[in-house]
């Protein structure tokens, strides 16, 4: 049985991506002494320390176990499941199981939710900057 390659900093890479979250939102949840830099650099390591896998776990609302255990071939996979064969052919669906106008309808209803999610982050990320600028 051959072992699994296993890259955490990739893991948190494509989850944190999956999320739209850009490496700066991250440094800026993970505290003061990160920047994206740090990030980015995090997202090159083979494998990362277990306090920060597990914060970087929470902050992204997943299980420590999802960035640990993903191994390159599952992420191929869960991509490729995500179509059906022969369902997409040069970026074009000829045969939609679909109504166009109910693909648009649910695309603006997600833009809406990325939207909310993103004005509650930065709500929440004022009230941080508004306790920082508080203290003593």
Do not use: C
Not at 63 to 80: F, G, K, L, T
């Amino acid at each position: 049985m051959q072992d699994k390659k296993i890259h955490q900093g990739r893991n948190i890479k494509r989850f944190r991506e999956m999320l739209g979250i850009k490496q700066e939102a991250l440094a800026f949840d993970l505290g003061e002494d990160w920047n994206q830099k740090k990030v980015s650099l995090l997202e090159q390591k083979q494998t990362v320390e277990q306090d920060i896998l597990e914060k970087i776990a929470q902050l992204l609302k997943i299980p420590v176990e999802a960035i640990e255990n993903m191994d390159d071939e599952q992420a191929v996979n869960i991509i490729s499941n995500t179509f059906d064969n022969g369902s997409i052919l040069n970026g074009i669906n000829y045969n939609p199981s679909f109504h166009p106008i109910d693909k648009v309808l649910q695309l603006h209803e997600e833009k809406i939710a990325l939207y909310e999610r993103m004005l509650k982050e930065k709500d929440e990320m004022m009230a941080k900057l508004e306790q920082y600028l508080q203290k003593p």
